[in-house]
């Protein structure tokens, strides 16, 4: 069994980002630390860097990169995983963009692919 962590981006950290974020860091307070936050990207720079202080402080300070540009963040991070927080219109093409770099896993309004 590989004990590599899954390497963990929010994208979107407005609104609905918020309950993510601390669901997480819940589990991880809970011994469930199988994933590492690697990044946090928003259009707005300030709520990604406060995400990834937030995310920093449940992983031994080691904090998130910040991105204000998605596309930027899936060519510059290997990532296993990203948790789409976005409008929903954006849903689908924020997916068909991560998935050109990872596997991706989308539920959204009644539908989902992998």
Request: charged fraction near 20%; hydrophobic fraction near 40%; glycine fraction near 6%.
């Amino acid at each position: 069994m590989s004990t590599e962590k899954v390497r963990l981006a929010i994208i979107g950290c407005g609104g609905m980002a918020g309950a993510h974020l601390n669901a997480y860091i819940r589990l991880k307070n809970q011994g469930l630390d199988q994933f590492d936050f690697v990044a946090m990207c928003d259009i707005v720079e300030n709520r990604a860097q406060q995400f990834a202080q937030k995310a920093a402080e449940s992983q031994d300070c080691v904090a998130p990169m910040v991105y204000t540009d998605m596309h930027t963040m899936l060519e510059k991070e290997k990532l296993h995983a990203a948790d789409i927080c976005m409008p929903h219109f954006l849903h689908h093409t924020t997916a068909i963009a991560c998935r050109a770099t990872s596997p991706v896993f989308l539920s959204s309004g009644g539908w989902s692919q992998q």
